[in-house]
């Protein structure tokens, strides 16, 4: 029988700065933040029109503290994770969130202030512990380049 899959990737902006929290147990903190993904749609009329998807996601990882000081409003990221929905009663009432789980984040564009960030990531496997990582240093300057949200049906490049 196959298995089932969740899988999410998204390259998206931060929608403000993110929230580091420290569980009571003094386990591993927690950074959460939202993104917002842009996307072109064509409308009844057959003009186009942007449209945001706002997403909320959590980052479990040993290095939250400091990647908390990089995840600033406006900021571009990659993000690789699943999706978990979480349940609850409040006051009688059944209500239900659904997160990304974020496996591996990448910092995307620069800091406002300009300079470099440190590019990390988590790996995960679901059948053990987290594995962490902290890859290159300094993440080099991009150039400015048109993003997917920019390109119309006739100016693709393919």
């Given at each position: 029988m196959p298995s089932d899959m969740n899988?999410?990737?998204l390259i998206?902006?931060?929608v403000r700065g993110s929230?580091?929290?420290?569980?009571q147990n003094g386990g591993t903190p927690?950074?959460?933040?939202?993104?917002?993904?842009?996307?072109?749609?064509?409308?009844a009329d057959g003009n186009w029109t942007e449209e945001a998807n706002f997403f909320d996601c959590v980052y479990?990882?040993?290095n939250a503290e400091a990647m908390s000081q990089y995840l600033e409003k406006g900021r571009q990221v990659a993000i690789q994770g699943e999706l978990r929905q979480n349940r609850w009663d409040s006051d009688g009432q059944q209500r239900s969130r659904v997160e990304i789980f974020v496996n591996n984040l990448t910092l995307l564009s620069q800091p406002q202030g300009g300079g470099s960030a440190p590019r990390m990531q988590q790996s995960q496997s679901s059948y053990s512990q987290p594995a962490y990582q902290q890859q290159a240093p300094a993440m080099p300057a991009m150039p400015d380049m048109a993003g997917p949200e920019e390109f119309q049906d006739d100016n693709i490049p393919f």
């Open positions: 899988v999410v990737v998206g902006r931060l929230e580091l929290r420290y569980p927690s950074l959460r933040f939202s993104i917002a993904v842009n996307r072109n749609r064509r409308g479990f990882a040993k």
